[in-house]
């Protein structure tokens, strides 16, 4: 992967200056973990959490700079602060949003294990419209990061994750994994800010789709 030509020419996919909608899609992204817990820990010693953080305030700059301010973005953390599951959730339950993206980062014990892979909710006795939009959404982060981003697909998968278990009454809700810091190669790409970039401006290309 070469991150500069690679953000260089997603830029280049959108146009600069983006309509902005009458109605604006209000958008919680929910950045992994945060202050004492670090979550994964690379090869190369960097954390989960900051990868997350970066990679959520680079989506703010995108939606604000690229997008003309497009969608209504909240963070549930904007600093390296512990949030607990339950705040996260209640975040959401609060704003009442239109999409719910949380963002981590993989772990493995075999170091050979690599790709993104996007987790949904695991109740499938009832097909709601924010399940299908959770799909549809879920598939479609997968085709960006894979065709312009170069990762491996590991698809679509389901778990009965907190963050999600509470998030899909109220709107279509996923978590996304980006990569594995367990892996050498995949952890030095994080490590890079301009791949942090790439990665959320490939995120909410997604969201357009």
Do not use: W
């Not at 959108?14 to 902005?20: A, E, F, G, Q």
């Not at 709601?128 to 982060?141: A, D, P, Y």
């Not at 999600?164 to 009454?169: D, G, Y």
Request: aromatic content about 6%; charged content about 20%.
């Amino acid at each position: 992967m070469e991150p500069v030509k690679l953000l260089i020419t997603l830029l280049f996919l959108m146009p600069l200056h983006m309509p902005v909608a009458q109605h604006k899609k209000v958008i919680i992204i929910d950045a992994g973990h945060g202050g004492m817990d670090s979550g994964a820990i690379g090869t190369n010693h960097i954390k989960e959490k900051d990868i997350t953080l970066a990679i959520a305030k680079a989506m703010l700059e995108f939606n604000r700079k690229v997008l003309n301010n497009e969608y209504d973005l909240y963070l549930t953390r904007y600093t390296d602060t512990l949030i607990s599951l339950r705040h996260r959730t209640k975040l959401v339950k609060a704003i009442q949003p239109d999409l719910f993206i949380s963002l981590h980062c993989n772990h493995a014990k075999n170091e050979r294990a690599t790709g993104v892979e996007i987790y949904l909710h695991s109740k499938t006795s009832i097909t709601t419209k924010n399940q299908v939009e959770s799909m549809r959404l879920g598939q479609s982060i997968v085709e960006t990061l894979t065709q312009k981003l170069g990762y491996r697909s590991r698809g679509l998968k389901r778990a009965n994750f907190q963050v999600l278990r509470e998030s899909i009454a109220v709107c279509p809700a996923i978590l996304v994994e980006l990569g594995f810091l367990s892996n050498h190669d995949e952890a030095a790409y994080l490590e890079i800010e301009n791949n942090s970039m790439a990665l959320a401006l490939a995120v909410l290309m997604s969201i357009k789709m």
